[in-house]
């Protein structure tokens, strides 16, 4: 049972580069947190942070309700499952899984339960006389799920643990995973999860909350409907969504409507967009996802004028790849409203659906179409 | 088969014939590259072959028979040597040169391995000073540090003990080992190490059940070098031992040239037929690691 805080935390490696700008988290007891960010954000430096790998330069980091700063990893009540697995080479599974409570002098039938139940958990009985080298990946990266599992830690710590797996197998210990959460959640057991991946997929589906950072600061932390339907800036609008958000330049006047200036036309919005901006004018990007542009009929007004460049048939949907101005945007179709006919010469005319787009500060990222009322 | 022959073409033929040749050329030069090698392989070989034969001929035949099958051959070299002309046998130089050499192989790998762990895995002050000092001895010629080093171990007392022996090697002195040490923890990711930090090893543990294990390819080369190098190690014995009940066989080998008159050569030669048999062993015993140790610079993923 553990909440897990982070304040204004710090880091600053000895080459005197900054990391981590003081950042700030809470993980709810049970919560299963997802960072996510680019590469070199810092995520794994967080995370080594927490599990006392790395030392702490500021701030504090308080797991239940003891500060961990200056304990030992051993002493944190943390395991960690590491991208490439990291087992023991030299140690079969059984005495991978049972090297934590073998420190600590745990009787040995109390460890021999405890491996014969995290095998079973995790259906690696098979296993438990082999050598890692023995393994193929899934196998092995489960081994690694069992060595965190066995030791009942109040907190979980996963570094990218699927991303060294082929597509199909990361789906399936994707779901392996939740599972298991939900699994310990019920039982009452301590399920606080911090996990690191790249990949927001893995950070769509399995998140409770999702924490997006980038070059070492927070951007947003909401669950994934709410990072997905209001990102708070640019960054997180841009990163979280497949295909990406377009993000075009534009001018933003409000007088009566929403006028919107890009390139060499005007988009106008109605009351809806108008009652969530917290700005009056100025250099904005409009943020409308693929999914939020749709074909304009011929008589429709308001629309963008733009070029398709070329056309992707992806099965269920089709991508459109449009060049407005020198802008150039993604447009996602489901097939079967997909027409050819409706692209004339190349031109086409999108209208995003208002209630879907967004609108960022430039200067700032900031999204400046939130207010309360939406 | 007649009607196999009359279906093949000509072209068919051909390439038979080509292919037949091809594997022709393909034996005689394998005949000779094979040939070349033994040859050469012989050439090496011959003086050890050459000591093995002497050792069963009589000390007149050695060197009025030049070939290395003795005509007449006999074991008294053997059992002359071992006897020696000192009070003591071969058996007391033998086990003088165990005494030496166990404590002086687990000194060094307990040290090095110790040393190298520091060097590879930790950051303190004044490392980068300390590791140029590490290297810097490593390519110190042994004999500048002869002299001062007789001084202290003789201001400590220490002359005619195996303590000069052993000391320095317990304390990592042996730069080449801690340096090969090095390089081999430098291969080896160090997320197991992490592992078992969080899994609630301290420094000490995760060294002994994590570090060790992974090295003990290098390890075992180590100690192979050490106990192969200190079997034949003369000039240090000679320097620090000066009780004949001390000596370990290298010295001992020289002792038989020094006492007797006329040199026995038949003796001398058994015994360093004999001085061989416990470093080939240990050779071949080890041989699997000792390879791996100093092919591989680390653990396959
Ligand atoms: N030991 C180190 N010394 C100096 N800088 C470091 C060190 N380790 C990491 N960094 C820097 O800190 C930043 C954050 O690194 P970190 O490994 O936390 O990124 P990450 O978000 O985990 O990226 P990835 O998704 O590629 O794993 C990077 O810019 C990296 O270059
Ligand atoms: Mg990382």
């Known amino acids: 049972m553990a909440r897990l805080q982070i304040r204004n935390l710090e880091k600053v490696y000895?080459?005197?580069?900054?990391?981590v700008h003081g950042i700030s988290l809470d993980v709810d007891d049970g919560e299963f947190m997802v960072l996510v960010g680019p590469s070199g954000c810092a995520k794994s430096t967080t995370l080594r942070m927490i599990a006392g790998l790395e030392t702490i330069t500021g701030g504090e980091i308080r797991i239940g309700d003891r500060i961990v700063n200056n304990l030992a990893p051993g002493q944190r009540g943390v395991s960690m499952v590491f991208q490439n697995y990291a087992l023991?080479?030299?140690?079969?599974?059984?005495?991978?899984?049972a090297f934590g409570l073998k420190l600590k002098r745990r009787p040995k039938p109390e460890i021999e339960d405890?491996?014969?139940?995290?095998?079973n958990t995790l259906e690696i009985d098979p296993l438990l006389d082999r050598l890692p080298k023995q393994l193929s990946g899934g196998q092995a990266q489960r081994v690694a799920v069992g060595r965190a599992l066995i030791k009942k830690p109040d907190v979980f710590l996963f570094d990218e643990p699927l991303s060294n797996l082929d597509a199909k197998l990361r789906a399936s210990m994707r779901v392996r995973i939740t599972d298991l959460h939900k699994r310990l959640k019920r039982e009452g057991q301590s399920s606080t999860v911090v996990y690191v991946t790249h990949d927001q997929t893995e950070a769509m589906t399995?998140?409770?909350?999702?924490?997006?950072?980038?070059d070492g600061c927070i951007m947003q932390v909401a669950d994934p409907v709410t990072l997905y339907n209001r990102p708070e800036n640019a960054f997180v609008a841009g990163f979280i969504g497949s295909p990406e958000m377009n993000l075009m330049e534009g001018t933003l006047a409000v007088n009566g409507g929403v006028n919107i200036r890009l390139a060499d036309q005007?988009?106008?919005?109605?009351?809806?967009v108008g009652n969530r901006l917290d700005v009056r004018g100025g250099e904005v990007l409009l943020g409308v996802r693929p999914q939020h542009l749709r074909i304009a009929a011929n008589d429709e007004e308001n629309a963008l004028e733009g070029h398709v460049s070329h056309i992707e048939f992806m099965g269920h949907e089709v991508y459109l790849y449009v060049d407005v101005g020198d802008i150039r945007l993604v447009v996602v179709v489901p097939s079967e409203q997909y027409h050819p006919e409706d692209i004339r010469d190349d031109r086409i005319r999108l209208i995003p659906r208002e209630t879907a787009v967004h609108i960022f500060d430039r200067e700032t990222g900031r999204n400046v179409s939130l207010s309360a009322n939406a | 088969m007649a009607e196999e022959i009359t279906v093949r073409t000509t072209a068919e033929l051909d390439s038979a014939r080509t292919l037949a040749e091809g594997r022709r050329m393909h034996a005689i030069s394998s005949a000779v590259r094979y040939a070349l090698l033994a040859g050469v392989g012989f050439l090496m070989l011959y003086?050890?072959?050459w000591l093995i034969g002497a050792s069963f001929k009589t000390n007149s035949e050695i060197f009025a028979n030049p070939g290395f099958i003795p005509s007449e051959p006999t074991l008294n070299g053997y059992i002359d040597g071992w006897r020696t002309s000192t009070p003591y046998t071969f058996a007391t130089f033998f086990w003088n040169t165990f005494l030496i050499i166990l404590p002086k192989t687990i000194g060094t790998a307990i040290s090095c391995a110790a040393v190298a762990y520091g060097f590879a895995r930790f950051e303190f002050p004044g490392k980068r000073i300390l590791f140029a000092t590490l290297i810097a001895t490593l390519l110190l010629p042994n004999v500048v540090t002869r002299i001062p080093q007789y001084l202290l171990f003789r201001d400590l007392g220490w002359l005619d003990s195996f303590l000069p022996l052993w000391v320095p090697s317990a304390f990592a002195g042996d730069a080449f080992f801690v340096f090969m040490l090095i390089q081999f923890l430098r291969a080896i990711p160090r997320d197991m190490?992490?592992?078992?930090?969080?899994?609630?090893?301290n420094t000490l543990q995760t060294l002994i059940y994590i570090v060790v294990p992974m090295l003990a390819p290098a390890l075992i080369s180590v100690c192979l070098f050490q106990f192969i190098w200190t079997m034949n190690d003369f000039l240090g014995p000679?320097?620090?031992?000066?009780?004949?009940d001390k000596y370990p066989i290298s010295l001992a080998l020289k002792l038989s040239i020094d006492t007797t008159e006329a040199f026995q050569w038949n003796r001398i030669l058994a015994m360093s037929v004999l001085a061989l048999v416990p470093a080939l062993t240990v050779f071949f015993l080890a041989q699997k690691y000792f390879i791996e140790g100093i092919s591989t610079g680390g653990v396959k993923g």
Request: charged fraction near 25%; proline fraction near 4%.
């Open chain 2, 238 to 244: 000679l320097i620090y031992l000066s009780s004949v």
């Open chain 1, 206 to 214: 399995m998140g409770d909350r999702i924490c997006v950072m980038k």
């Open chain 2, 47 to 49: 003086p050890l072959i």
């Open chain 2, 193 to 201: 190490e992490e592992a078992a930090r969080v899994d609630g090893a």
């Open chain 1, 266 to 272: 005007v988009l106008t919005f109605g009351e809806d």
């Open chain 1, 14 to 19: 000895s080459n005197s580069f900054k990391a």
């Open chain 1, 88 to 97: 023991y080479p030299h140690m079969k599974v059984r005495s991978n899984l």
């Open chain 1, 114 to 119: 405890a491996t014969e139940a995290v095998a």
